[in-house]
Each structure stands twice: as C-alpha cells, then as structure tokens.
C-alpha cells in the first residue's frame, strides 16, 4: 500500500486507508450509595480517588451450549439447547473497574479504583457467594441504587469452543446514568483522580458529563469504545471537543478499540468530514509520510507477517489518521496480539530501541519524528523540541495454554490492567509513561496476560489478575 500525503490529496488519503455454575452477586448492598429516585447521591465533601470508572455495572449470564458450533446453526438455532448457564457481575465498566482493581493489588496495593455508576433494587438480593468488598475489590461507594431502576443485563451465547454467538445488552438503567450524580462524584473525588476510565455503553449526555468532568478535574481519560455503534457516537461529542485536535489538548488521551470498532471510527470521521479539516491536516503534515517512513512500515510488515496482515487491511493507515484526535490507539486484534499506533511529543519520547535519529525501526517498531505543528507555540530550545512523533508498534499476543472458556471480559481485562497501569505511573511520579516504549511494552505484555487469564476463567473477569506478575 502506497504512502502518499500531500495537502492537496488529502481526500484521496483518506480513500484509500480503507480495506476493507457461578452464582455471584453484583456487589454487595452495604457498599453502594444511599438509595434514591432521583438518581443523585448524598456524598461526603470529599473523599479523595486514584481513578474513576465511569460507566455500566450489570449482571452477566453466560450460556455455554454443549453442542452447539458456528458452521452448523441451522440444527439448534431454532429450539433449546442443552449447556451451563453462570451468573456474574459484569457490565462494561465493572469489568475495567475489576481488573484495574486486581491489577493494582501487585504494584499499588493502596491505590483507591472508585465505580461510579447505578443499579435497580434487585441488586441488593443476591446471594453474597463472592464476597466484593475482600482484598483487592473495587471501590463502590459511588454506585448509586435507583429504587425505582432496573439493573442492567448482559446475555451472551457461547458455542462449545468459548466463541460468542449472540449476545444481548440490557443497559438502559446505566445508559441513561444520572449526569448530576456523575458530577456528584468528580465533586466529592475533587482533584484527586490521575485517570478516568470510561465505558461508551453511556448515552451522550451522561457520557459527555464524565469527560467534561475529567477534563474539568485535570484527569486523564482512557475510553473504551465497547461497540462499534458506540464507537461512531464518540465522534459526535463535539461539545466536550472529542474532534479538537492539536496543539489543543486531547479531550481522550487513550482508546482501546478492537479491529471493527476502529474501522467504524475511520469511515464515521470520513463521513463527517473530519479529515477535510485544516486543522487535521496540519497534524497529519506534521507527521510527515516520506517515502523513509513509508519503506520502514512496508519493511517491519513484511518482517513480521503479522503486521503485514495488518497494514495491507489498512489498520495503520486508520489509525494515524485518527491520531489528531485520539493521540493514543491501542488496537486490541485478537489471537494476533495488539497494535499501538500513538503520536507523542518527540522531545518526550525514550527506550532502548529509539535512536537519535529522525527514523527508528526494530522487530515490529518503527518511530518516526516529524516536524511542529503548525500554530503550535514554541516551548523551549531544542531541535525537536515541538516535533511531533509517530510510534506504531506491533505487541504479539501471548498462547492461551489452556481451554478457552469465554471470550467475554478479555478485552476489559486488558483495559482495565493498563488503566490500573497508567494510574500507578501518574501516581509514582513517572513523567509521560506513553512516550516510553519500553515501559508500554512491559505494560500491555502484563494487560494481555490478564487478557489469557480471563480467556480461560469462568468469571468474567478472572480473580487471578491479582497475582499477575
């Protein structure tokens, strides 16, 4: 696939980066916020957070079919179905929430995970078979129970190998999260929160209060998109500046999309005409796609196989061209790992494999500096001092050694362990942790373990990421 950018091409740049029995209980009643109809809570003034979650808390039944496979629906697709059905606390949010929480306990056992969100009454019943408020449990002072709500639900159907069938997601308690108790919470974490995680399962109102109100708290945001339907919204949200771009700062500083949800994001940009912005273009000249960068990422593809697999559908290309908006995409692509496609300040930029020149390459590695962009201000001295830096980077996934349960929860168990990550960064004092290519390499190798963990749990997020190394 040909490189080519030029100001007056930009539509055609565009064009062409297309190619196309566990029972267990939500969590349990003494931990939640006091019960109300209006959906606002009564927190203290202040009660400090490392991070916040924001987003769904449901409970998830998992069906695993004895017989059923995917090439031979035609048999059982239409009657019932022999196979074991578990309960579980789940949602979206929770998952994250859970994981960062479990992830924490080895690096930052005192760091405070807080979830923000709400459910029905019923929630309140479940039988205490797991017990949520033991060592290395979210913080759930901030979900609020709504008498008058309807805890959301999420069934998916999974066939005899762990693959998912169907699914259906019944968020609407969640969706429609109450933005005065959102704001509620930020209020009572005050300045406190390092990152903020956010679940798109949100509807935009609600969605667009939790980033504001990161934003407004000095937080970063990590979003995880959750489907490809949510995935477009987040481009719509121009009210809290989804679509500024650079030298402004970026309102989500880091997306873990996997293949289809990025894909929905480029084609939704494209028709919302955010790559026919100058703004946009001035990023992308920044970035600068010469024929040096262009031979290095055809080498590294061809190299590995892998990440040949991966440029030729165009999952590169995509993602740098939503990098003025999103600076940070860790693309999760299943059994063939993750790709980080980032765009970093070169002056911030460091590891073992980046040298002192404009290019840089190794086994799945290329780095690139640019030059400034245009309309950004002048920091300081230094040659590359405002240039701006292209990092994509091919992370194989790691062989899952044994019976894949359920895919359901390996992808908020990576996000949830890079969250938790990132949080002990920022709170450790680690200057610019996404500009450290070593130190990103050594964090989602440990988020896709917790990803293999999961894959082979009957829980949806598996309780021994606390023990992960």
Same mark, same amino acid.
């Given at each position: 696939m040909v490189w080519k950018i030029k100001k007056n091409v930009a539509k055609n740049l565009v064009r062409f980066a297309i190619s196309k029995s566990t029972f267990q209980p939500a969590i349990p009643a003494p931990a939640f916020a006091p019960a109300a109809k209006s959906g606002v809570s009564s927190p203290a003034s202040h009660d400090r957070a490392d991070c916040l979650v924001v987003g769904a808390v449901a409970i998830d039944l998992t069906c695993d079919l004895t017989y059923g496979i995917l090439d031979k629906q035609s048999t059982w697709i239409h009657t019932s179905n022999p196979g074991a059905i578990h309960r579980t606390p789940g949602g979206v949010g929770f998952n994250v929430c859970l994981a960062a929480a479990y992830a924490s306990l080895s690096h930052s056992p005192d760091t405070t995970i807080r979830m923000v969100s709400a459910v029905g009454p019923e929630a309140r019943d479940l039988p205490a078979v797991l017990n949520l408020t033991s060592t290395g449990s979210p913080d759930l002072s901030g979900v609020l129970v709504v008498e008058d709500g309807r805890t959301a639900q999420y069934i998916a159907m999974h066939d005899r190998k762990g693959d998912l069938i169907v699914a259906c997601a019944d968020m609407a308690l969640v969706e429609q999260l109450s933005p005065a108790h959102i704001k509620s919470e930020f209020t009572r974490a005050g300045k406190s929160p390092y990152w903020v995680g956010v679940d798109a399962n949100l509807d935009r109102v609600p969605l667009s209060t939790a980033i504001l109100c990161a934003r407004q708290a000095g937080a970063k945001v990590l979003l995880e998109p959750t489907s490809v339907a949510r995935a477009r919204e987040i481009l719509e949200l121009s009210d809290v500046g989804v679509t500024n771009v650079l030298p402004n700062p970026p309102t989500v500083d880091v997306m873990t999309p996997n293949v289809f949800e990025l894909e929905g994001l480029f084609s939704h940009a494209r028709e919302l005409g955010l790559f026919e912005r100058q703004d946009w273009w001035n990023v992308i000249d920044a970035i600068g796609a010469t024929t040096d960068l262009q031979n290095s990422i055809g080498w590294m593809a061809r190299e590995s196989g892998i990440m040949e697999q991966i440029v030729d559908k165009g999952l590169v290309q995509m993602a740098v061209h939503l990098l003025p908006f999103i600076p940070n995409l860790f693309v999760k692509?299943?059994?063939?790992?993750?790709? !980080?496609?980032?765009?970093?300040?070169?002056?911030?930029?460091?590891?073992?494999?980046?040298?002192?020149?404009?290019?840089? !390459?190794?086994?799945?590695?290329?780095?690139?500096?640019?030059?400034?962009?245009?309309?950004?201000? +002048?920091?300081?001295?230094?040659?590359?001092?405002?240039?701006?830096?292209?990092?994509?980077?091919? /992370?194989? =996934? /790691?062989? $899952?050694?044994?019976?894949?349960?359920?895919? !359901?929860? %390996?992808?908020?168990?990576? @996000?949830?362990?890079?969250?938790?990550?990132?949080? %002990? =960064?920022?709170?450790?004092?680690?200057?610019?942790?996404?500009?450290?290519?070593? @130190?990103?390499? +050594?964090?989602?190798? +440990?988020?896709?373990?917790?990803? $293999?963990? !999961?894959?082979?749990? +009957?829980?949806?997020?598996?309780?021994?990421?606390?023990?992960?190394?």
């Open positions: 692509i299943g059994q063939l790992g993750v790709i !980080t496609v980032q765009l970093v300040m070169a002056n911030q930029v460091r590891g073992r494999m980046v040298g002192p020149g404009q290019l840089s !390459t190794g086994p799945g590695f290329v780095m690139w500096r640019g030059k400034p962009i245009e309309g950004r201000a +002048r920091t300081g001295g230094g040659d590359n001092n405002n240039n701006v830096c292209l990092i994509v980077r091919h /992370h194989p =996934a /790691h062989k $899952v050694p044994g019976d894949i349960v359920s895919v !359901t929860g %390996a992808g908020d168990s990576f @996000a949830g362990v890079l969250l938790s990550e990132l949080v %002990a =960064a920022d709170k450790q004092g680690m200057q610019n942790i996404l500009a450290d290519v070593d @130190a990103m390499a +050594r964090i989602l190798d +440990r988020a896709q373990k917790a990803s $293999v963990l !999961t894959l082979m749990s +009957r829980f949806a997020i598996s309780p021994d990421i606390k023990h992960l190394k």
